[in-house]
């Protein structure tokens, strides 16, 4: 049995647009780059063609990749998910740190959309792990590296 990979509507529509992108402008761009080099004459020693089809493996690799993600992956849309309250997959979590009082709003999403650097969290990361089923006004333990720590949870939104 498959097991699905969770990912959101944006986040699937993102590797529909690369999909897009490396299939309608990236092959046929390196196909032409191929053919040029080809002209230059002997392939043993023509560095742009080596170059070119490099190029064109890490480019039909990348299409495959996306390829499978998308085939065996389950894609969720919290709007459209009866929620009891608690934090799920695609929710956007609000925090405190109740050590230092920091407030942090994260997004719970797949592995492959997370980025820390825009709040968006892989539904694998500790910090998931530990805020997933909590409901608001809830303190959730979370085990880092460093050591636990306690947030708050102080709002959940479904969208």
């Known amino acids: 049995m498959i097991n699905l990979i969770p990912m959101t509507v944006r986040g699937a529509e ?9 299939k309608n402008v990236k092959r046929p761009r390196i196909t032409v780059q191929i053919a040029e080099a080809r002209k230059h004459g002997d392939l043993k020693e023509n560095a742009e063609y ?3 089809r490099e190029e064109q493996s890490f480019c039909e690799g990348r299409i495959q990749e996306i390829e499978s993600k998308l085939s065996n992956s389950q894609i969720i849309d919290i709007t459209k998910i009866s929620n009891d309250g608690r934090v799920v997959f695609g929710s ?3 925090i405190l740190n109740i050590k230092n009082n920091a407030v942090f709003t994260y997004q719970i999403v797949g592995d492959d959309e997370s ?8 539904i ?3 910090m998931s792990r530990g805020l997933i089923g909590k409901t608001v006004n809830t303190i959730a333990i979370i085990h880092t590296p460093s050591g636990n720590v306690k947030y708050k949870i102080l709002k959940i939104d479904y969208i």
Not at 14 to 22: A, C, D, N
Not at 115 to 122: A, E, G, M, T
Request: glycine fraction near 0%.
């Open 14 to 22: 993102k590797l529909r647009e690369e999909l897009e992108q490396l």
């Open 50 to 52: 080596h170059s070119a």
């Open 92 to 94: 956007t979590v609000t």
């Open 115 to 122: 980025d820390f650097k825009k709040n968006l969290i892989s």
């Open 124 to 126: 694998n990361s500790p």
